[in-house]
């Protein structure tokens, strides 16, 4: 079952990916398919609409999805060969998940919106907690709660849309409501897992591996940023809010992937990082180039969620990443792996070079500002835990730990194959049919070498200043100067001074001195009065 899923939606990305390409040509051109429904609310519309956006973005959700459904065949095969029943749950959960996907890109109405966008949130629980334990459980509710902030948002917007007779997208080109867009926001924002709400992303990771490589390349957390790419027009006045929310969101999630040890949520904050890196350029007027950013993650970040998930599945599970050095003469894993962190750091050439290195430097050399500094250190720590994710998996020492005979399976080979093809060829193809032939400067590609270079920086250092600053909790001075060591130093102060020096030059060391030179001076008056009187007869004598 898994081999004919396989080939259904790699049959639908070819089709789609053709239908997208030939649409290109006519770029305002929009077919929908109308089919009228009588409803609580009355006559609900659901629409349909495919153009080059929905078409080309969905293709790639099909080879992503084509290539997933593969490698399940390898991966949970292993793991339960002897529960048919967990992996046909496991298959359906992953094709309502598409189809949610599906909904949601293909969308022209706001009731198709709302199913994609249910869909995605429900089925995304049930992926989570598919490990029956209480910490999948666990993870799989703040997943939920977290997300259903944003839906709630989506489903009082069928009041607004009630009221106002529209069910249609169309409406919003020539309708906009200051409720909407901001509906429209906050529920972006949830899904895509920008901050405050960042912390479902690492806790999704309790899904299975092939669950991840889908939720983290082209499915639940692209679902908000490909709403912005949709919405862009409508969104313009309030894209200055989103600025600094998805620079943030980048910055912190790069900071903390450099120094987090788990290795499997180095990549999930990495792919919080880049969803912050896309919405960033979105905001900043770049949607198209944002779109096409958001397809070159979705191929290089799937491949190294899938190659993360076979050097796990050899470690017996284990995501502890000093244990992953054992793992470095498997071939096919350490060049799919290290391909799609090179693409994944802007690596001249690679798959995200084409669309990162372009959108650095119109937004860098455009207007230099202190967001551009931020968003510069951002882009260095890209760079930094993409070197330190090529160290851990294959460079450092080799561990004791357990693990299985290296044997690379053909279900993983395969898979993986389409994806190493995409990274290495398909981003010049991309990049030169979306966008008109452009040249570059020598100052342009020296600029993005620049930040590879200090992100190599970061790798080095970063780690030994990130410690510096957790051991600054708990040196000694910082104990000193607090409030009660503060008042234990001075008590003990003054209590060696009052028995010490205190002794002689305080009230009763003074009085003591003057004491002793009083009674010195009385000696010495009562010596001279005597003496007085000893030789008083003697100077009579001598006077007459």
């Given at each position: 079952m898994f081999l004919l899923f396989f080939y259904l939606f790699f049959a639908m990305f070819i089709l789609f990916f053709l239908l997208g390409c030939s649409m290109m040509m006519y770029n305002s051109v929009v077919f929908e398919i109308l089919m009228p429904y009588y409803g609580f609310f009355g006559e609900m519309p659901i629409v349909f609409c495919v153009d080059y956006l929905s078409l080309l973005f969905f293709s790639v959700v099909s080879l992503i999805s084509s290539v997933v459904f593969l490698y399940s065949k390898f991966y949970m095969d292993d793991f339960f060969s002897k529960l048919n029943y967990l992996n046909h749950r496991f298959f359906y959960l992953l094709f309502l998940?598409?189809?949610?996907?599906?909904?949601?890109?293909?969308?022209?109405?706001?009731?198709?919106v709302m199913l994609g966008w249910d869909g995605l949130g429900l089925v995304s629980f049930l992926l989570v907690i598919f490990y029956s334990n209480s910490s999948s459980l666990d993870s799989g509710l703040i997943t939920v709660f977290t997300n259903r902030f944003g839906d709630c948002l989506f489903i009082l917007s069928f009041v607004f849309m009630f009221y106002s007779g529209f069910f249609l997208i169309d409406f919003l080109s020539y309708c906009s409501c200051l409720f909407f867009i901001v509906v429209l926001f906050l529920g972006c924002i949830t899904k895509s897992a920008q901050l405050p709400f960042s912390s479902w992303l690492p806790a999704?990771?309790?899904?299975?591996?092939?669950?991840?490589?889908?939720?983290?390349?082209?499915?639940?957390?692209?679902?908000?940023?490909?709403?912005?790419?949709r919405f862009n027009f409508l969104m313009e006045g309030i894209f200055v809010y989103l600025l600094p929310i998805s620079l943030f969101t980048s910055f912190l999630a790069g900071a903390c992937a450099v120094c987090e040890m788990d290795f499997k949520?180095?990549?999930?904050?990495?792919?919080l990082s880049q969803l912050g890196f896309m919405i960033f350029s979105i905001s900043s007027g770049l949607w198209l180039l944002g779109f096409l950013h958001m397809m070159f993650h979705a191929f290089f970040k799937s491949s190294l969620f899938l190659s993360t998930g076979n050097l796990m599945h050899y470690l017996l599970g284990d995501q502890d990443s000093r244990n992953f050095g054992s793992l470095g003469s498997s071939f096919f894993s350490k060049m799919i792996f290290s391909m799609s962190n090179l693409s994944l750091m802007g690596f001249p050439f690679s798959l995200g070079f084409y669309s990162k290195d372009t959108i650095i430097g119109i937004l860098l050399f455009d207007n230099f500002s202190y967001i551009s500094f931020l968003f510069l250190l951002s882009c260095c720590f890209t760079v930094a835990y993409s070197f330190r994710l090529i160290f851990m998996g294959f460079m450092m020492f080799p561990s004791f730990s357990c693990s299985l005979s290296f044997v690379e399976d053909t279900y993983f080979y395969y898979p993986m194959l389409f994806l190493y093809v995409t990274c290495v060829f398909f981003g010049n193809f991309f990049f030169f049919f979306f966008l008109p032939p452009?040249?570059?400067?020598?100052?342009?590609?020296?600029?993005?070498?620049?930040?590879?270079?200090?992100g190599f920086i970061f790798f080095i250092y970063f780690p030994s200043f990130y410690l510096f600053?957790?051991?600054?909790?708990?040196?000694?001075?910082l104990?000193?100067?607090?409030?009660?060591?503060?008042?234990?130093?001075?008590?003990?102060?003054?209590?060696?001074?009052?028995?010490?020096?205190?002794?002689?030059?305080?009230?009763?060391?003074?009085?003591?001195?003057?004491?002793?030179?009083?009674?010195?001076a009385v000696r010495l008056y009562a010596l001279n009065f005597s003496l007085l009187l000893t030789l008083l007869p003697f100077f009579f004598f001598m006077s007459s």
């Open positions: 998940f598409v189809v949610s996907m599906m909904l949601l890109v293909f969308s022209g109405s706001w009731i198709v999704a990771m309790a899904a299975p591996t092939p669950v991840s490589s889908l939720v983290h390349s082209s499915t639940l957390v692209t679902a908000g940023v490909f709403l912005l790419v949520k180095v990549v999930a904050m990495s792919t452009l040249c570059f400067s020598f100052l342009d590609f020296f600029f993005g070498l620049f930040i590879i270079f200090f600053l957790c051991n600054m909790m708990s040196i000694s001075f104990s000193l100067i607090s409030s009660s060591g503060f008042s234990t130093n001075i008590s003990s102060f003054s209590y060696k001074g009052e028995y010490s020096w205190g002794e002689i030059f305080g009230g009763g060391g003074v009085f003591s001195i003057f004491d002793f030179f009083n009674s010195y």
